[in-house]
């Protein structure tokens, strides 16, 4: 498979103190890639790299070009999407007003986030304030694809989410990879990750430590004792 993304030699520094050492990676178009770790681990520092949010050195390459020292809005319109952890919807705005916010030159109607969440449709005059987490998780996701990305990034989707609402982000992170975007996970619920990734990297001080398939790292014990596991 080729790599839409391509990431080599990755530092990156939240002023004066260094937290990533030189990550590689590689996302392609139809996969899910999960980046796993503990808390500190750098994961969510690697997407805000990636997104042009903290000052980096090294090579990001997507579809052959350079997005390293551009600005996160350049970032963005060459078909790189980040759905932070903390989903930063607009509280007092609808959820359809939240979602035209998203929109880019080259975009995605709106009538299409409706379809793949219905949910999302049956609120769409709501202030997004208002919403459930789970449905704020599906709102700031939505919001994103509303600039019809090539590659999306997601941090901790199911963070404190109950466990129906946990399977409906896994099946439609699914179905976005069926669609052929790529998609770079942060999870911190090893089950999910295993279950929905085609591959899966392991992140442990501001480094790759592991990278391979979710049954590989099934069975490594000595990978999830030291770098996962509490």
Request: proline content about 3%; charged content about 20%.
């Amino acid at each position: 498979m080729t790599a839409l993304l391509e990431v080599r030699g990755l530092h990156a520094f939240y002023g004066q103190s260094h937290v990533l050492h030189g990550v590689d990676l590689d996302v392609g178009a139809g996969e899910i890639v999960s980046l796993l770790g503990r808390n500190g681990a750098g994961r969510s520092s690697t997407l805000k790299a990636l997104m042009g949010m903290l000052r980096s050195r090294g090579s990001v390459r997507f579809s052959g070009v350079e997005l390293n020292g551009l600005k996160t809005f350049q970032i963005a319109r060459h078909g790189l999407a980040y759905v932070p952890e903390e989903r930063a919807v607009f509280p007092t705005l609808t959820v359809q007003q939240n979602l035209l916010l998203g929109q880019q030159r080259e975009r995605v109607a709106i009538e299409e986030m409706w379809q793949l969440m219905p949910q999302l449709a049956a609120r769409k005059h709501v202030a997004a304030g208002l919403l459930s987490g789970g449905e704020q998780q599906m709102l700031s996701l939505c919001r994103s694809l509303m600039g019809k990305p090539r590659l999306i990034m997601v941090d901790e989707p199911t963070e404190g989410l109950a466990p129906h609402m946990v399977q409906s982000v896994a099946r439609h992170l699914q179905l976005l990879r069926a669609q052929g975007l790529g998609v770079l996970l942060v999870e911190q619920k090893l089950g999910i990750a295993l279950e929905i990734s085609d591959r899966v990297l392991v992140m442990g001080h501001g480094q790759i430590v592991f990278a391979g398939t979710p049954d590989e790292l099934r069975a490594n014990p000595e990978i999830r004792q030291k770098w996962l596991e509490v």
